[in-house]
Every structure is written in C-alpha cells, then in structure tokens.
C-alpha cells in the first residue's frame, strides 16, 4: 500500500500532458470492486490492509503506535468478522517492521531486520494460513531491503533492492540463491527481472523463456506503458493509446492496471485508476493534501500492493479497498 504523491501543477496542464474531463468515481464504475471498512479494529487498534486472500477475506495487520504491526489477522470485509492469527514478533533491535507479508501455499511470510553490530540481518518468518506461532525460517546478511517476497508450493522467494533472488523451504534453513538470477529481482513468480522498478527485461527461471522491451517503460509480465503513456505487449505488439495524461506511478498490476495523477480543471488534481485493457478510467476520490506546508496542493497516490489484487487508502477515517479482480469487468 505504498503511496506515492503527485504535485499540483498551477498552470493548465500537468507535465505538458492536456486536461481532461473528470471520469466516474471508482464506486460508481465498478461498485463490485470496492468496499469501505473501519481503519481502526474494535479494540482501537490501527488496521493496516495487506492483501486480498479472496473476494472477501482481507489479510491485514493491527497496531498501536507508529510501525508497530503487533498482530496479523482476517478481516471479513461482507460481515465485519475478525480473525487474529498470530502475534508478530519484533525482536530486540529491530529496525524494520514486519514488511512484504504474503500469502500462498498454505502460509503467510513476510520479512524485518534487525541491527546486529555495524550491519543489519534480514529474517523471514512464516505462519501456517490457518494461524499459530510465526517461526523465522531463514536468516541473512542485508543492505538495503527484500523486495518481491512470494510463496510457492516449495517455499519463500525473495530479492533484494542491490539484485539477487534466493529461496528457502518452509522448514527453514540456509537461503539458497537461485541459478542464473545474478542483478535480477522477483517480478512475479517464476518470472524475474531487471531494473527492479521498470522490470524492462524479464526471465521465467523455470523454462528460461526471455522478454524484454524499449527502455524507460514500466512493465508486467506480458504489458508494458512507455514514458510516451503508450501501452504494448513487451514485443511492442498492439501499440496503444491510453487515456494516461501523466505517466503511471508503478507497474500495471495484473498486467492491466495503474494508478496515476491527473488535472481536470486549473486547480483541480485527482488521482485515476486506468483500465489498460478496456481502456476505462475511475477517479479513487482521493483528496487533495491540506493546503500547507512543502506538499501543499499535492495529492497521495495510492499503489497496488505486492499480491497485485489489492488497492487499499485511507479517506475520512475509513480506509476504502479496491479489488483489482473484480475491477474492469
């Protein structure tokens, strides 16, 4: 649920691109997709989503205070039901917070760090889906973060931000680097890539199948948006225009959607999830930052999570949840 913010432009257009009309709220577009559930839990606890399991079960993490996630739990978005799964642990001297939770195979896993003399070591912890104790399954020497962390049927993969995709089983043990992926990081499994962001260039470790595309695009696994908001399979095939007036703050999530920031009118920014494939856009009703301060003006992005599926902010105390599976139809 990162967020990135947009900038409010004064003039009549936004990065050059031309003013549009404003298009349908997302809730009126694709009602099926969204719902809107408290940002706190009943026992006044900070709800913070991280995936989808299904079309109603949302896997999340409850806190008190700032980054502290002190517990995973279900949360049944048609009934309001909760489910606490497991207490997270933060062992002494952690310095990143339970981060990258995913789900698949029977678990959940997820990564922190922590200080450990002059450097810092990663851990995965697992948890069976159904809920226990989390075990740390694997320990590591690292700089910088885990990124692309995902669970399959043999246990968690992962890379880091300087490159490098290792796995370990659910048992545990030492991570293992996976052949031939050397710079590369987890895109969507078993596909790999390069550079981290913009994934340009992919690779499916399983059957060694090679993709890549015109630099500066931002890529999926078979979709690509160039920085001229053009969208086109990784060969280039079916060149498209998009309804995009600004370029797209992250890879379309499966393969179709991305979120950017838009102006509708002088003065007016709003920030619009785009269809790629149908060509449909909705406005999340995101509200513009409060007028003071160095990001006056601006407006927060919100971002696909890791799952691809889940679009998750906060609005008036609320925290509004788009299911990217049921959105589009």
Known sequence: MRILLATLALAGTLNGAALVERPPLVQNLWPQAVHVIPAVSADGRAVTPRLLLDDDTLLATVAKGFERAEALVTYKMSSGETTELADL????????????????????????????????????WSVPLTGGDPVAIAAFALTGTVTGLELTAQGVVWSTDTGGVWRVPYAGGRPEAVPGTTGQHVLKWPWVGSPAR???????????????????????????????????????????????????????????????????????????????????????????????????????????????????????????????ARAGS
């Open 89 to 124: 642990p933060l062992p002494p001297r952690t310095v990143v917070h339970p981060s990258g939770v995913a789900a698949g195979a029977g678990h959940i896993a997820w990564w922190t760090a922590r200080r450990d003399g002059t450097g810092r070591v990663g851990e995965i």
């Open 198 to 324: 913009e994934f340009t260039t992919a690779v499916n470790v399983e059957t060694g199948e090679r993709r890549a595309t015109r630099a500066g695009a931002l890529c999926g696994v078979t979709l690509c948006v160039g920085p001229d908001r053009l969208a086109s399979a990784r060969s280039g095939a079916g060149l498209r225009a998009t309804k995009l007036t600004d370029p797209p703050v992250s890879r379309p999530a499966r393969d179709r959607f991305v979120t950017s920031s838009t102006m509708a009118g002088p003065g007016e920014i709003w920030a619009g999830l785009y269809d790629l494939m149908s060509g449909q856009v909705a406005d999340l009703g995101v509200k513009p930052l409060p007028a003071k301060g160095v990001q006056a003006g601006g407006i927060a992005i919100p971002v696909p999570a890791s799952d691809d599926r889940l679009l998750s902010f906060q609005q008036d105390g609320r925290l509004v949840i788009i299911d990217l």
